[in-house]
Structures are given as structure tokens and as C-alpha cells.
């Protein structure tokens, strides 16, 4: 086994036992000291177009955002609205083990395979937020729509539970809640953001590997580096345009 394996299995293990914590040592998500100066200040769709960078360098597969964003948003049990992966490469370049069990959201433990691994590494998912989004364009009602500061979200109200959406989404961020019988998904934990607090999600990764930017400000960290950096998306010969983009997006990543 070789350095990178068991660096891989070392931080799999760390994910699996922080995932335990996340109720001591994340909640209740306040936002940080940044934030509080814009707290109460008035919110201005218009003025804002948002991005997410996810930096699969950094990811270690702990779980802790899966668990926060279950919690801020009550998600179903057994249904997630983000996700973690592990991806699991052979030396050979070609066997390839995908998993995600429970959606990551208590970490990973060590796999056992028939080749052996020399490249491994986890990758966070969720709803992409697309310009060019097809659930918007499927929905028989407008109950999927696209708000001004860029978000793709479901009006409760008016959804009528047709699935027309969920078949529709290229990248399986959509189920239907079994509580509600409507169309469900990340919305990038909107009533947070509206209030300028992160995401949950965000809040509670402890590594830094997910990021939440404004694409409209010219300061913005996220923004410069989509701009500057080597950034891909999911699908990205599907033209939706994804607004969830990756740093070290693996080839073998779909």
C-alpha cells in the first residue's frame, strides 16, 4: 500500500470520526464575523449573481456538510439535497469504485478492492444552479423558476408533484419529498444567503473545500478564481452552464 493510499484511508477515517461531532462543534451556525457588519441590511436581488467553488483538493470526505445542510433545512430522511462521493482509482487506469454510502454524511470507511488503489479522492454534490437549467424548462406550472441573483428554486405552492423536473435534472439533485408530495432541492440555503450569511453547508466544512461567492463584486475570492484558476463543471457538453464549479475535477468524475 502505497503513501497515497494510506494518506487516503488516514483522512477517510479523520471524516468518519468528525462526522460524529458535527452537532457540538458546528451548530447553531451564527455565520461568521465577516457577515455580521451586513446582518439587517436590506437585500437587493439585483445587486448580486452568485457562484459555488468546491475544491476537491481540500475535501476530505468528513460528511459535516452533509449533516448541516440535512439539519438547516429539515431534509427527509434517506433523501439529500447535497452529497459527497469517494472515488476509488486503480493502477491500472481503468477499475474505477464510486460510492457514497448514506451520502457520505457520517464519512467513509476503508474499502476493501481486488486491485489496487493508487489514487482516491471525494467530491461534494448538489444542485448545479444551471443558466441554461432544463427543469425550468420542463415544469408544466413555473413552479421551477430562476431568481435574479441567479438561483434555480421551487415554489412550494404551486408545484403539483408531476416529477417532470426530477427526470429532467442531469445531475440527480431532485427528489420528491415524501412530506410534502413538491419538488425538492438544494436552493444553496437561500434564506441564509438573503440575510448575507453563508450557506449551511459552507458554514460547516472544516477545511474550506466549499465556497460561496457573489460573481457580481469584483473583490470576490470565488469570483477571482473562476476567472484565473482551471475550473470545470459537471456535464459540461450538456451546455446547462453550471454555477457549481470544481477545482481538480478528475476525468473520471461525472
Not at 196 to 220: E, H, I, S, T, W
Not at 236 to 253: R, W
Request: contains cysteine; charged residues 25%; proline residues 6%.
Amino acid at each position: 500500500m502505497g503513501l497515497c493510499r494510506r494518506d487516503f484511508l488516514r483522512w477517510g477515517l479523520m471524516g468518519l470520526a468528525a462526522g460524529g461531532m458535527v452537532t457540538r462543534s458546528v451548530y447553531p451556525i451564527y455565520g461568521t464575523e465577516e457577515e455580521e457588519p451586513k446582518r439587517g441590511l436590506e437585500y437587493n436581488p439585483e445587486d448580486h449573481y452568485y457562484g459555488y467553488l468546491i475544491d476537491t483538493y481540500k475535501c476530505i470526505g468528513c460528511g459535516m456538510c452533509v449533516q448541516a445542510c440535512k439539519m438547516e433545512n429539515s431534509v427527509p430522511e434517506k433523501f439529500f439535497r447535497t452529497w459527497v462521493e469517494r472515488y476509488l482509482i486503480a493502477d491500472n487506469g481503468e477499475d474505477l469504485v464510486v460510492d457514497s454510502p448514506h451520502g457520505g454524511i457520517s464519512g467513509f470507511q476503508p474499502e476493501v478492492t481486488k486491485f489496487n488503489i493508487t489514487k482516491g479522492f471525494f467530491v461534494p454534490k448538489m444542485c448545479n444552479h444551471c443558466q441554461n437549467t432544463p427543469c425550468i424548462q420542463v415544469c408544466p406550472v413555473g413552479a421551477s423558476y430562476m431568481t435574479e441573483d441567479g438561483l434555480v428554486l421551487v415554489d412550494f405552492k404551486h408545484c403539483i408533484g408531476c416529477g417532470y423536473c426530477v427526470q429532467a435534472c442531469p445531475y440527480g439533485s431532485r427528489f420528491m419529498n415524501p412530506y410534502t408530495h413538491t419538488a425538492d432541492k438544494c436552493t444553496w440555503c437561500y434564506h441564509r444567503i438573503s440575510r448575507y450569511m453563508l450557506p449551511a453547508c459552507v458554514q460547516a466544512c472544516p477545511v474550506k473545500a466549499r465556497r460561496f461567492g457573489d460573481l457580481k463584486d469584483p473583490n470576490d475570492e470565488v469570483r477571482r478564481i473562476i476567472a484565473t484558476e482551471r475550473v470545470g463543471v459537471l456535464q459540461p457538453d450538456l451546455l446547462t452552464k453550471p454555477k457549481c464549479f470544481y477545482l481538480g475535477l478528475d476525468k473520471e468524475v461525472v
